[in-house]
């Protein structure tokens, strides 16, 4: 695949998603000098070391880079390592989960609201443990917070 440095209207896509979750410092403060594009059939947005990315252009095809911090389509999403990334800072679009809702969601499956201890937001919300430990992406209706991914999807499927 093609690396290249973000464009301009990239980091414009980037800073739109990371401002659903975050508070405007950090999306201000956020290295976007770490991030670079692969172009394959999609853009595939990687988070590395400056170091890394002065050193790819040695090499020819670069199947992936450092973590993958999401994807940009129409729109860009962030992927789970990019919610990961930026977990701690997360203050908009969340979910609090007991801990059976907690090892249910880590097996791919969904969580009830009575499982939830507390929620922020609507849509697609990052999910956490009690310890506010990032656990997955869900969608929430109000209802219902439907699993997308989760940590467990690596050794299930991803790995």
């Known amino acids: 695949m093609k690396v290249r440095k973000l464009k301009n209207a990239e980091i414009n896509l980037i800073e739109e998603e990371l401002s659903k979750y975050t508070d405007k410092d950090f999306v201000k403060s956020f290295k976007y000098e770490n991030l670079i594009v692969l172009e394959g ?17 040695m090499f020819q095809d670069i199947f992936s880079v450092g973590n993958v911090f ?36 880590l097996y791919g499956r969904d969580i009830f609201k009575e499982s939830i201890i507390e929620v922020k937001g609507f849509g697609r919300i990052a999910v956490f443990n009690k310890n506010r430990e990032f656990l997955g992406i869900g969608l929430f209706d109000g209802k219902i917070i439907k699993n997308i991914k989760d940590k467990g999807w690596y050794l299930r499927e991803g790995g």
């Open 70 to 105: 999401g994807e940009i389509k129409r729109k860009f999403r962030l992927s789970l390592e990019g919610f990961t990334l930026i977990s701690p800072n997360i203050i908009n679009n969340y979910a609090i989960v007991n801990e059976k809702a907690e090892a249910l969601f």
């Open 41 to 57: 059939k999609w853009l595939t947005v990687c988070y590395t070391n400056i170091e890394t990315i002065k050193k790819l252009n």
